[in-house]
């Protein structure tokens, strides 16, 4: 496997399950970032990590909880989710954080989540 | 605090004719700024960026933008339109201000007429 992958690539989930998603770097890189895309909205920054460390949650609903057990590895468990988080969830990588330094971010496929 | 504004959400242009997607940003600092490129159920790529070097900037595919200071605009553009650059295409600053957080655009949808 090459840059950034994710599984699930879809899910299907009620509003009363648990479910994961994975995201896995090949990389080499030391930040790893979730976004949340819905139609017609910017991307939505949800958390960074840089080496393994949380660095940021923009406001982001409990219900949406990160895990970061080493800098290649990234989860985002996700329980009693709502209709409106529905989305596409994508993972991203880069070689440090973003901001001025302009390091380009790899992002992955993404995973079409539905929630019923 | 930064922003982004792409002006068009979609832009549809003939197979073979010039491409231009706009973006205008704000920024309180000297900007990074990307083009990214999605195309239908794939991941976001980068396409090019602009960190203060050269104001002219070349990418991949054929696309290139222009940093222009005084217009804080870094349009898009591609001589030649091809079928296979239907895709949305996004605008994105980042400056020091902004730590470690990219400020993405809407998104403008590129149509390719045959």
């Known amino acids: 496997e090459t840059g950034v992958t994710q599984t699930p690539r879809h899910l299907v989930m009620g509003m009363t399950n648990k479910k994961s998603l994975k995201c896995e770097q090949h990389?080499?890189?030391?930040?790893m970032y979730w976004y949340k895309q819905s139609a017609k909205k910017p991307l939505e920054l949800m958390f960074v990590?840089?080496?393994?460390?949380?660095?940021e949650n923009n406001s982001v609903p409990s219900r949406f909880s990160p895990e970061c057990p080493n800098s290649s590895h990234l989860f985002l468990h996700l329980h009693t989710l709502q209709p409106e988080d529905s989305a596409l969830y994508l993972c991203?990588?880069?070689?440090?954080?973003?901001?001025?330094?302009?390091?380009?971010?790899?992002f992955g496929p993404g995973t079409r989540l539905t929630v019923l | 605090a930064q922003s982004v504004t792409q002006l068009d959400s979609h832009v549809s242009v003939s197979e073979g004719t010039p491409v231009l997607l706009r973006c205008n940003y704000s920024?309180?600092?000297?900007?990074?700024l990307f083009w990214y490129v999605q195309h239908p159920n794939k991941g976001l790529q980068l396409l090019l960026k602009?960190?203060?070097?050269a104001t002219l900037v070349k990418g991949i595919n054929g696309f290139e933008a222009e940093f222009k200071k005084s217009e804080t605009s870094f349009h898009l553009t591609k001589p030649s339109a091809h079928m296979s650059d239907a895709a949305e295409y996004f605008c994105?600053?980042?400056?020091?201000?902004?730590?470690?957080?990219?400020?993405w655009g809407a998104g403008t949808k590129l149509i390719i007429k045959p």
């Open positions: 990590y840089s080496l393994e460390e949380r660095v």
């Open positions: 990389l080499g890189h030391n930040a």
């Open positions: 920024s309180s600092y000297s900007p990074s």
């Open positions: 991203a990588s880069s070689q440090d954080v973003a901001g001025g330094g302009g390091h380009e971010q790899f």
């Open positions: 994105v600053v980042s400056d020091w201000d902004s730590n470690y957080q990219l400020i």
């Open positions: 602009y960190t203060s070097a």
